[in-house]
């Protein structure tokens, strides 16, 4: 928590003369690669779990002999997370439509926002 507010209290130390409109799109562009960054440690870490299971399976059913996971459980796992990731955002599912309603009724969540 520490360093979240000492990098938030440097962001806005070195942004305060800039134009609000500036300011606003580069916090923009920011939170979007931010974003990225999170959701892929969050899918890579899930596709490890996956990998854990199928490797245990394997082992127990003796089809393998060490917990060293094949190189095949890992490009199974990492595509199937891609793939479920796509399928539940993506505009084949249908969801994008309410998720980009849902967003409007919740309201705009600004790139930058004061600390009260």
């Known amino acids: 928590m520490l360093i979240g507010m000492i990098v938030t209290v440097a962001t806005s130390w070195i942004v305060r003369k800039q134009r609000p409109l500036r300011v606003d799109r580069w916090f923009r562009r920011l939170q ?13 870490n899930d596709a490890q ?10 082992v127990a059913g003796g089809l393998i002999k ?10 199974c796992c990492h595509l199937a997370m891609g793939g479920g990731t796509m399928a539940a955002v993506g505009e084949s599912s249908g ?9 409007h009724l919740s309201g705009d969540l600004p790139p930058k926002q004061p600390v009260p």
């Open 95 to 103: 969801l994008w439509a309410s998720a980009s309603q849902s967003s």
């Open 49 to 58: 779990k996956g990998m854990g299971i199928i490797t245990t399976a394997l």
């Open 66 to 75: 060490t917990y060293d996971v094949p190189y095949w459980v890992i490009i």
């Open 32 to 44: 979007l690669l931010s974003a990225a960054g999170y959701s892929l440690g969050h899918g890579t």
